[in-house]
């Protein structure tokens, strides 16, 4: 069993940056692929990045890529998500995932948050 705690969300106005934590609890954090996911009011929940169990891939959907940055590490059962050049379609609850088979699809993945709010202002 895998427990996510993400944290570091807030407001903030378009153009400034955030970092978003996601702590896990057990002893396996390292085994399994790590995601980011939003969903924003009035719609599904989408995919924003993922890493591999060794932090050597990653993935991000294309409305993301080149501002958000994932990153882990194993020794401190963490996983980031640096958001630059926030924009307010960015807005939305932002939820940890971890799973075996991971990536891109919601199904990839076995344990999740409860989510941190994010809000950008224009």
């Known amino acids: 069993q895998v427990q996510l705690v993400e944290s570091g969300g807030g407001s903030v106005q378009a153009g400034g940056s955030l970092t978003l934590s996601c702590t896990a609890s057990?002893?396996?954090?390292?085994?399994?692929?790590m995601g980011w996911f939003r969903q924003a009011p009035g719609k599904e929940r989408e995919f924003v990045v993922a890493?591999?169990?060794?932090?050597?891939?990653?993935c991000s959907s294309d409305t993301v890529k080149g501002r958000f940055t994932i990153s882990r590490d194993n020794a401190k059962n963490t996983v980031y998500l640096r958001m630059n050049s926030l924009k307010p379609e960015d807005t939305a609850v932002y939820y940890c995932?971890?799973?075996?088979?991971?990536?891109?699809?919601?199904?990839?993945?076995?344990?999740w948050g409860q989510g941190t709010q994010v809000t950008v202002s224009s």
């Open positions: 890493i591999s169990w060794s932090g050597g891939s990653t």
């Open positions: 057990g002893r396996t954090f390292g085994s399994y692929v």
């Open positions: 995932a971890a799973g075996s088979s991971g990536r891109r699809t919601q199904d990839g993945y076995t344990y």
